[in-house]
């Protein structure tokens, strides 16, 4: 068994996430404690009382979800589970570097804080737009792109997985963009209720700042390697790490393609960790001989220790 760990990112976020790991676990708790340390609130409450409204605010969901993740990924540790590689969905890398060492936990909560305040600086509200296509093939989304992009901006974001490529963009461009899907033969288009259009052009500025941001922070070589969402590809040291973070705010986010190369590589259990189960439901239409597992609360905890036999 060659295991993988998968982080999810920001839309995975829910009123009451980590609730039960907070309570059972003090390592857990401790991650709470440490991140509301460096943001300066009670992070804890946030994710256990919400409100919601707050919860997804973007400077929020980043730092909420990176701290949920690790807390569950705590006893999982404890337990003497490892991966042999792992990657995160957009914000999610941040997680699965901090889980292999790269960041200290304090650093990244902060950082990611200020990523999600960077962008939505970027694209004041309304101006952009994503959308997700489903039934088409790359090509033809990347064609179709370009067709609508005398628009404005308009490109893929995430090549999620075979049939699901998520676009971005200014809205009016977006806008045709779907238009065209449509008429395309698109099997459906379904548009995001995101308050930024990430991993487009319209997040340069945003990248500019998270570089400055990322020059001042301590980066560690890594534990185990990552798949990054920019290239698809393994990395291990802080100076390829800095720059690929930079390059993922504002580039397409190739999780498909990260995935594959993972199973190609001989992994061939995934374990989602954190809230959610979007990233599972993608693993499995990337590698359908995988097994894929994932931990979310004490009940699915327990059944992938199960399945895994520890």
């Not at 997040?203 to 534990?223: C, F, H, P, V, Y």
């Not at 990395?235 to 594959?260: F, G, K, N």
Request: aromatic content about 6%.
């Amino acid at each position: 068994m060659k295991i993988a760990f998968v982080f999810p990112g920001q839309g995975s976020q829910y009123v009451g996430m980590a609730k039960e790991f907070i309570e059972n676990f003090p390592e857990s708790e401790e991650v709470f404690e440490r991140a509301s340390t460096a943001l300066g609130y009670d992070l804890a409450s946030l994710c256990i009382n919400g409100p919601v409204e707050k919860l997804n605010l973007t400077e929020n969901t980043q730092p909420a979800i990176l701290a949920a993740s690790m807390a569950i990924l705590q006893p999982l540790v404890r337990r003497g589970l490892t991966a042999a590689a792992a990657a995160g969905h957009s914000l999610g890398e941040y997680t699965a570097i901090t889980a292999a060492d790269g960041f200290e936990l304090t650093s990244a909560v902060a950082l990611v804080q200020k990523r999600g305040q960077f962008m939505q600086d970027a694209v004041p509200a309304g101006l952009g737009l994503m959308a997700a296509i489903l039934g088409m093939e790359r090509r033809d989304v990347e064609k179709t792109c370009l067709e609508a992009s005398k628009n404005g901006i308009v490109a893929p974001a995430n090549y999620n997985s075979p049939g699901q490529i998520v676009i971005a963009g200014e809205t009016a461009a977006v806008e045709k963009a779907m238009e065209l899907a449509k008429s395309r033969g698109a099997k459906k288009i379904i548009p995001l209720t995101v308050s930024v259009p990430s991993h487009c052009a319209l997040m340069k500025q945003a990248g500019q700042s998270l570089a400055r941001e990322l020059e001042k922070m301590t980066i560690r070589d890594l534990n185990f390697p990552i798949v990054n969402n920019a290239d698809a590809k393994y990395l291990r040291t802080a100076s390829e790490l800095r720059p690929s973070l930079v390059r993922q705010i504002s580039a397409p986010l190739y999780w498909e393609d990260s995935i594959s190369t993972m199973a190609a590589d001989g992994c061939d259990t995934f374990i989602e960790i954190g809230p959610g189960k979007v990233l599972s439901g993608l693993v499995r239409r990337i590698t359908k001989e995988s097994k894929v597992l994932n931990v979310e609360d004490l009940k699915s905890m327990n059944e992938t220790l199960t399945a895994l036999g520890l």
